[in-house]
T-cell receptor
Framework: LAKTTQPISMDSYEGQEVNITCSHN???????ITWYQQFPSQGPRFIIQ???TKVTNEVASLFIPADRKSSTLSLPRVSLSDTAVYYC????????????FGTGTRLKVLA | NAGVTQTPKFQVLKTGQSMTLQCAQD?????MYWYRQDPGMGLRLIYY???????DKGEVPNGYNVSRLNKREFSLRLESAAPSQTSVYFC???????????????FGPGTRLLVL
């Protein structure tokens, strides 16, 4: 399983765009990159998943360079309610069940 | 749909006591998981079940047992609780993504366990 490295914490102000980068140097060919969000006292929640280039949904964008050794989660115009821990996971297709969450990135959005 | 439900929400045990954490999902998912999360840490996989009738060890299985009772329910048992098992326990289930890739996991609200 590919190991991931993320910044431990980040601060931002409301209305700014936030980019959180995840390093996964030994990502395998069939691995996907998935991001989860966790609010205090809640279980993680799926945000976005991608394999290469760029993926966008109503919540975030995910940028993956050609070598796929890193990825960047982009949150547009954050609000106070985006304060949470964000986890980057790397893993294979269905059937690979041992997901590794790591310690995540603690994002604090300031007013 | 209730999603993933867990009981109890909070429990205090004395060292050596046993208890079972219950988890149920109503999304017809095949796969289910138990994680623990210690303060300031990420989630660590205890056990998982790829389908009804099968279970496998995760990263930290020692001190725990699981039962996949049916497709909906996956329980976690602590036979003899220890203070090191003080943690928040999350149950999850997952579904295959129609677009391919990793399965998407859906988490319950967690059970906070304190072992004295």
């Amino acid at each position: 399983l590919a190991k991931t490295t993320q910044p431990i914490s980040m601060d931002s102000y409301e209305g700014q765009e936030v980019n959180i980068t995840c390093s996964h140097n030994n990502i395998a060919t069939n691995d996907y990159i998935t991001w989860y969000q966790q609010f205090p006292s809640q279980g993680p929640r799926f945000i976005i998943q991608g394999y290469k280039t760029k993926v966008t949904n109503e919540v975030a964008s995910l940028f993956i360079p050609a070598d796929r050794k890193s990825s960047t989660l982009s949150l547009p115009r954050v609000s106070l309610s985006d304060t949470a821990v964000y986890y980057c996971l790397v893993g294979g297709l269905s059937g690979t069940y041992k997901y590794i969450f790591g310690t995540g990135t603690r994002l604090k959005v300031l007013a | 749909n209730a999603g993933v439900t867990q009981t109890p929400k909070f429990q205090v045990l004395k060292t050596g006591q046993s208890m079972t954490l219950q988890c149920a999902q109503d999304m017809n998912h095949n796969s289910m998981y138990w994680y623990r999360q210690d303060p300031g840490m990420g989630l660590r996989l205890i056990y998982y079940s790829a389908s009804e009738g099968t279970t496998d060890k995760g990263e930290v299985p020692n001190g725990y047992n699981v039962s996949r009772l049916n497709k909906r329910e996956f329980s976690l048992r602590l036979e003899s609780a220890a203070p090191s098992q003080t943690s928040v326990y999350f149950c999850a289930s997952s579904e295959v993504r129609t677009s391919g890739g990793q399965e998407t996991q859906y988490f319950g609200p967690g059970t906070r366990l304190l072992v004295l």
